[in-house]
């Protein structure tokens, strides 16, 4: 298997096209459907990513309530600096007023706590999970930047964040000299692709990257859900998503009949095809995948090997797409002379 190694942002630091992600491990609570793997899970999975090159593990302290972190800790032992890892802090903690949000507080509590449970001196990338519109922006940046110049943190990103959202913490880090993001974790997938219409161009102008969360839509995209075909015993039903909701149906179940076509001709699955078309899409530095198994791994993790062609990329492109938004149907109108490589990553397209 061949792994990419990409630039995070506008940092140094290089990370793997694919990410092991962890919400499985431990697997209580609301994270119970999607997995309940254990230490010794996790290690073989650990393993299975380590062998397909993958760098990074991405976890936050809200899975599974911390238990995540400290499986990924015990599991990881004296491995530890093979590895980089990504947490996670914003959601709560306790039932305490400051046990949530983006307070300094929570976020240098909050961080340590992480810390602790990894068994570890450093945090490579603290993320915030989430945004939160009551507490300054300055108060929150300001917190960050300490971690990072304790050595505690040693790079930081946002989750979740509007572009307006993302791009008003990076004005604020600029003008205070503070320390920027380098990376903003979204969902993105076949399934729902609006990240494409504000985020991915203000993300390519501002440098910042992308790690992309549930590509495979919560298992949507997997190749089990198709019109007219009953899904597998224990499967969820559509009418029971909610993360990602689905809009449109028929849009979803046309997508994948293209990715299931698609995925035969290359002899691969249609989950596989999935996470190959949004890890060549512009502006993606790192695809996150969880498993419940370690077949269901190693097949995602396959997908490093498959290029699609650009008339596979615009068959899935065409059945999942929308219209342009305003103003980008304007600008694709009148103003192709003058377009950025941040503008051509939605409207190349529509150019032709």
Not at 73 to 79: I, R
Not at 97 to 112: Q, T
Not at 206 to 235: C, D, F, M, N, T
Not at 294 to 311: G, H, K
Request: glycine fraction near 10%; include cysteine; charged fraction near 25%.
């Amino acid at each position: 298997m061949t792994m990419q190694y990409r630039q995070l942002g506008r940092s140094g630091l290089r990370v793997s096209a694919f990410t092991l992600g962890t919400m499985g491990f431990g697997g209580t609570g609301w994270a119970t459907p999607v997995g309940r793997i254990d230490v010794d899970g996790a290690r073989e999975e650990i393993a299975i990513a380590r062998e397909a090159g993958v760098n990074l593990i991405d976890t936050a302290d809200v899975y599974s309530a911390g238990l995540s972190e400290e499986i990924i800790g015990q599991a990881l032992g004296n491995s530890r600096d093979d590895w980089l890892i990504a947490t996670k802090v914003r959601m709560p903690m306790g039932d305490g007023p400051n046990d949530a949000g983006l307070s300094r507080h929570h976020v240098i509590r909050g961080a340590e706590a992480s810390l602790r449970r990894l068994g570890t001196d450093h945090i490579d990338l603290f993320q915030l999970h989430e945004w939160d519109g009551q507490t300054p922006l300055e108060e929150t940046l300001t917190a960050l930047d300490d971690l990072v110049r304790s050595g505690k943190v040693r790079y930081v990103g946002c989750s979740n964040y509007a572009a307006w959202q993302m791009m008003k913490g990076l004005a604020v880090a600029d003008a205070r000299l503070l320390e920027r993001f380098a990376s903003n974790q979204l969902y993105y997938s076949l399934q729902n692709r609006d990240i494409e219409a504000e985020i991915v161009p203000a993300c390519l102008d501002q440098g910042v990257g992308i790690l992309v969360w549930s590509p495979i839509a919560g298992g949507l995209l997997s190749g089990k859900y198709r019109r007219g075909v009953e899904a597998p015993a224990g499967s969820r039903h559509l009418t029971e998503w909610d993360e990602p909701p689905v809009h449109d149906e028929d849009r979803l179940y046309d997508t994948i009949e293209v990715a299931v076509k698609i995925g035969e001709s290359h002899g691969v699955s249609a989950a596989r095809v999935a996470l190959a078309y949004v890890a060549q899409k512009p502006g993606i530095t790192s695809v996150i995948v969880g498993a419940r198994t370690p077949a269901q791994l190693r097949d995602s993790l396959a997908a490093a090997d498959l290029e699609l062609t650009a008339d596979e990329v615009a068959a899935l492109d065409d059945v999942s797409g929308e219209p342009l938004r305003y103003p980008f149907w304007h600008q694709a109108k009148t103003s192709a002379d003058r377009l950025s490589a941040a503008d051509l990553s939605q409207i190349a397209r529509h150019l032709n």
